[in-house]
């Protein structure tokens, strides 16, 4: 984290359990160009249109694609799943690429696949994984 630039912080409140959610906190690995965005805590309706809001907020348009980091999330719900998905429709109205890194036996990558978001956003194991993808895959566009 050292080399990175850190951009922007926030925490979102979850209603539900009382627990705070860092969101937001982003960084730019340098030379990539690629912003990575980590969320920890819990993603549920209380915060997932804030979440969604701030990310979006967060990413500049001349940027080919956004990592959301949530190796971190230790709670998605309904909401979060929809948030996620608006995210990706919403970066690929704006040309850009979304990819998620999540840890491969957690919960979170199990409701992703089960709400079959893996067939429309790709998941990395790292940050670094998946802004190569988005690297490459841009080269491959342009």
């Known amino acids: 984290m050292a080399d990175a630039e850190n951009v922007n912080a926030r925490e979102v409140h979850s209603l539900r359990t009382g627990y705070h959610a860092l969101v937001g906190y982003m960084r730019v690995q340098p030379g990539s160009g690629v912003p990575i965005v980590e969320i920890s805590g819990e ?6 249109n804030d979440i969604l809001l701030g990310v979006l907020d967060d ?4 940027v080919p694609g956004l990592v959301l980091d949530l190796r971190h999330t230790d709670y998605l719900d309904s909401a979060g799943i929809r948030a996620l998905f608006e995210l990706a429709r919403r970066l690929r109205a704006r040309r850009q690429q979304l990819r998620l890194v999540v840890l491969n ?15 429309v956003v790709d998941l990395h194991e790292t940050p670094a994984d998946a802004q190569a ?10």
Do not use: H, K
């Open 43 to 48: 993603i549920d309706a209380s915060n997932s």
């Open 59 to 62: 990413v500049p348009d001349d």
């Open 105 to 119: 036996d957690g919960i979170v990558r199990r409701v992703l696949t089960l709400t079959a978001f893996t067939e």
């Open 133 to 142: 993808a988005i690297a490459t895959q841009w080269g491959n566009d342009r």
